[in-house]
């Protein structure tokens, strides 16, 4: 504490009696912050309550911006007619930086101006609390140093101009207006908890000493102890970050079982960057039971005994990130990912009511959507999923009546209600109309974190709203920005019952008191502490001020501080480090200098098992080779010939497929993907060919009428399919694929010309199937009658595919082989099977036929490598459909192996990894 101020300094206990006292009244205690106040009200509680005390005053103990902004207040409401500026909140002061950063020279040129405001707003806070203004100018001003002075004369001056103060330069207002007004002074005045004083609140104290009040400093309990009397001081080394809170947090376990009255601090210096690591171990370590981990409701959870003491940025909390997500895709829109957890979201109208069909809504989605979409776009995808849902099953699984209801509703209200510029008041009411409209916060009970979450966020937008009073009005865009750098910029904690186990940073540790103290991460990377000199001022003017922090000498300092203040703050004290740093190339490090000399000890190894650990080990474990369904009977199989294939390719795959229906979530993507480019191509296709007919007519048309008819039967394709996927097709995109579908028909009616006469029989043809007990639909793409009356069965390909790939057992492309089993003995025979690719640069045919020179440089299967094993054509018709047949009753009998036909090539692309686990059968080779 500054020598300049002498206080009467004051024991704990001494500190306590007067707060018992009779004239307790007249007394305020003063703390540096809000944890510690809090602090320190539960302490003076606990004491009541042991002294059997039924009831007491609460004494009046509050942080010191709190007090000062209290005597501003009865300013502002007392008789005495001074004038009083208004009192800028932290946000304004912040928005009124940063507009005079973006209009000054220097600062138009830089990219992020929030966060060079607030660093700004932080020299400006320092500027005052020290009292530098005047030794400023004594030093050598760097760029930035010159900046921020330019800045500063410009705030000062619209402060005065306007009549306003902000909370830097508070408590030199209350130290002129004591004099003026009459206010509620204390007569005794208690500070707590202070490392140092600034110079400005030295002022302000000894202002209210001159007034009359008495002015004392409270010794923390801590300080009464010798700092050898503590003999049970431990350092502790573990291999890494992760082991080092693990031990930590057996460690409190073990403290607290032994004595559940006392309290424990774990003080993180890094918490910042490892709060959900810290979050997830202890939670493990206090509340083993996996199901305490699940989402349920508040009767069931349990209170954790431990509070991490370091806030979120609001923007981490699920209730606020919905709202900024309703408001930025009115605004623009949203990533695909976070408009399906909006649309999901539980504080949402009809959240809990359309939960199932909102899930399989979104799973529709993914096909249709793009990876960015706006809300007319999702408005536009909502009605059309809705009315395909019900033309094509009829069935009411993805209706969502209320979704689509609130959603039109937020679309009307975005395009007729918001104006493109208006006031920071008018845009927040606007902000809470559309979030009324969506039904937030939805209609479940909120739990606790959950209300106190959508009260914060209540007060953000109203803080919001005030902006007006420092900034000109602004646009739509700019509005939602600005909300949400306030959100972010917010750090918020929800208020939990009082736990026996506070995990605090560096500084908020300060001043606390424990019985049991753990203090991890002291390696010589992270203490002492690092300097923080702000860029704003000159680094000597910061040294020379002695400001905590601000230079390499204060943080050593404050460093010392604090650790002779762990040692001398708690009965028992560990201080641990880790011997190696985190990370895949981990380093070794050392313990910081500040700690070598304490004696090491070996942490007492402690494990708590998972209950999940506990019940797999306590169970006997039988294992049954389970990989045949019985079913009762025949089941209805969707999928057409994929079923054959996926059998033939894995059992397991088919029957998870086309039994259990599992399926992969698509991917929202950018225009067509290779699916609906392949759907596109078999569209154009079927109708050319419906034109056309026959080979005679593709050789006599008139190249200009064949042009037209490709001009048309492209655009009716892309009509077509983008009834499919609405969002997709911009002009420019449909211009595009038009001509690109134009170009590939020409290449391809090219390799055609070349055929000898063919008429076609059928296209985009379906069949229904009997193959074994197995009933399939299948769609034929093509088939065209020759000339000698056979028949040709074409399958149209977007790459080119061997012929190898219809032959052997478990073959890869079993559809052309299965339709010509299936329909050779309908009618006239077939000659032949054969992909068409078409694709640029592999344009052509790969096909089995019974006869040279049906297809353009196809040979007859007799004189073909892969078939030689087949002397007769029959021989060859009839292998396919035993083998085909033998695939359909396996696939019937409930055969689900887990059998890949070439691992692990069958499974490089399949989806089911995860539910066959194949990896974790291949290493187990006994079960195959
Ligand atoms: S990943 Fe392999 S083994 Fe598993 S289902 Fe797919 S194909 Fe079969």
Not at 40 to 69: G, V
Not at 454 to 462: F, G, H, N, P, S
Not at 614 to 624: K, M, T
Not at 800 to 827: A, N
Request: hydrophobic share 40%.
């Amino acid at each position: 504490m500054k020598k300049s101020l002498l206080l009467k300094q004051l024991s704990f206990q001494e500190f306590f009696r007067h707060l018992n006292s009779e004239n307790a009244a007249a007394v305020s205690v003063v703390t540096p912050n809000r944890r510690l106040a809090q602090v320190l009200k539960d302490c003076f509680s606990r004491e009541q309550s042991n002294r059997q005390n039924a009831a007491w005053r609460t004494p009046d103990i509050l942080p010191i911006n709190a007090f000062t902004e209290r005597i501003y207040q009865e300013a502002v409401y007392s008789i005495h007619s001074v004038e009083i500026p208004l009192l800028l909140t932290v946000t304004q002061a912040h928005a009124l930086w940063q507009t005079i950063i973006q209009t000054s020279e220097t600062g138009s040129k830089l990219l992020n101006t929030m966060q060079t405001a607030q660093s700004a707003y932080e020299a400006w806070q320092i500027v005052h609390a020290w009292r530098l203004t005047s030794d400023m100018h004594a030093y050598y001003l760097n760029d930035d140093c010159s900046a921020f002075q330019e800045w500063m004369e410009q705030y000062q001056s619209v402060l005065r101009e306007n009549q306003y103060i902000d909370p830097a330069c508070l408590v030199d207002l209350i130290v002129e207006l004591c004099t003026q007004i009459e206010f509620n002074r204390p007569d005794n005045l208690y500070c707590y908890g202070f490392e140092l004083l600034t110079p400005q609140q030295c002022f302000l104290l000894s202002k209210l000493q001159a007034l009359g009040s008495k002015i004392h400093c409270v010794i923390p309990p801590y300080l009464n102890h010798q700092e050898t009397g503590n003999a049970n001081i431990a350092r502790v080394s573990c291999r890494n970050t992760q082991e080092e809170i693990y031990q930590a947090a057996t460690w409190a376990r073990s403290r607290l079982e032994a004595d559940c009255s006392v309290s424990i601090g774990v003080v993180v210096p890094a918490l910042t960057n490892c709060r959900s690591t810290v979050q997830r171990i202890f939670q493990e370590v206090m509340q083993p039971d996996v199901r305490d981990a699940l989402p349920q409701a508040q009767s069931q959870q349990k209170d954790r005994p431990f509070n991490i003491s370091l806030g979120l940025p609001l923007t981490a909390y699920p209730v606020v990130d919905l709202a900024l997500s309703v408001l930025a895709l009115v605004q623009r829109g949203l990533t695909f990912d976070r408009a399906s957890n909006l649309l999901r979201s539980p504080y949402i109208k009809g959240g809990d009511n359309e939960m199932h069909q909102r899930a399989m809504l979104c799973m529709q989605m993914r096909q249709k959507a793009e990876p960015f979409v706006t809300l007319e776009q999702l408005v536009s995808l909502l009605n059309v999923i809705s009315q395909q849902s019900e033309q094509n099953t009829g069935n009411c699984q993805i209706q969502n009546p209320v979704l689509l209801e609130i959603f039109t509703a937020l679309l009307s209200f975005s395009q007729t209600d918001i104006p493109h510029r208006s006031h920071h008041a008018t845009y927040a009411r606007l902000f809470l109309q559309m979030l009324q409209i969506v039904g937030f916060p939805g209609e479940r009970a909120l739990n606790s974190t959950e209300y106190q979450t959508a009260i914060k966020w209540q007060e953000v937008v109203a803080d919001f709203a005030t902006l007006d009073c420092v900034q000109e009005s602004t646009s739509c865009a700019a509005a939602v920005e600005k909300l949400n750098a306030v959100v972010a910029n917010t750090l918020f904690q929800p208020q939990t019952p009082h736990t026996p186990i506070q995990i605090l940073g560096v500084m908020e540790a300060a001043g606390m008191v424990f019985d049991h103290l753990w203090v991890l991460g002291l390696s010589e990377e992270h203490w002492p502490m690092p300097s923080r000199p702000n860029p704003f001022l000159p680094y000597e003017l910061q040294k020379k001020a002695g400001i905590p922090m601000k230079s390499t000498d204060e943080a050593l300092n404050y460093s010392r501080q604090l650790q002779k203040n762990w040692l001398r703050g708690a009965k028992e004290v560990v201080l641990s480090h880790p011997v190696f740093s985190d990370g895949a190339d981990a380093q070794a490090i050392a313990p910081s200098s500040l700690i070598r000399g304490i004696p090491e000890r070996t942490a007492a190894e402690q494990h708590y098992k998972l209950h999940r650990d506990l019940i797999v080990d306590a169970a006997r474990v039988e294992r049954i080779i389970d990989h045949h369904v019985n079913l009762s009977k025949v089941p209805k199989v969707t999928g057409g010939t994929a079923v054959i294939k996926d059998y033939a390719a894995c059992p397991f795959r088919a029957w998870a497929k086309h039994r259990l229906r599992v399926m992969d979530k698509d991917r929202p993507h950018v225009g067509f993907n290779a699916r609906e480019r392949g759907l596109l191509v078999h569209r154009v296709l079927h109708l050319l060919w419906q034109e056309l007919k026959s080979k005679e007519t593709l050789d006599t048309v008139l190249q200009t009428d064949l042009e037209k008819i490709l001009c048309s039967v492209a655009s009716r394709a892309i009509e077509e399919i983008g009834q499919w996927r609405p969002c997709v097709l911009s002009k420019r995109y449909r211009a595009l694929e038009h001509q690109r579908l134009i170009h590939l028909m020409r290449e391809w009616l090219d390799i055609e010309k070349k055929r000898d006469s063919f008429s076609i029989a059928a296209t985009e043809k379906k069949y229904q199937l009997q193959l074994g007990d197995l009933a399939l639909q299948v769609r034929v793409d093509r088939v065209d009658r020759l000339a000698n009356g056979q028949f040709l069965i074409i399958d149209y390909k977007t790459r080119s595919y061997s012929i190898s790939s219809m032959l052997g057992e478990r073959l890869d492309e079993p559809q052309l082989p299965l339709y010509l089993v299936m329909t050779e003995s309908d009618g006239p025979a077939v000659a032949g099977i054969a992909f068409a690719a078409i694709n640029p640069g592999q344009m052509g045919f790969s096909a089995i036929v019974n006869e040279t020179g049906l297809l353009p440089g196809v040979k007859a299967f007799s004189e073909l490598a892969a078939c030689a094993q087949f002397s007769t054509w029959h021989e060859l018709t009839t292998k396919w459909k035993q083998d085909l047949t033998d695939l359909a009753n396996g696939f019937i009998s409930g055969d689900a192996r887990v059998l890949p036909k070439r691992f692990p090539l069958t499974c490089q692309y399949c989806d089911l990894q995860a539910l066959c686990r194949i990896h974790e059968r291949f290493k187990n080779p006994d079960e195959e």
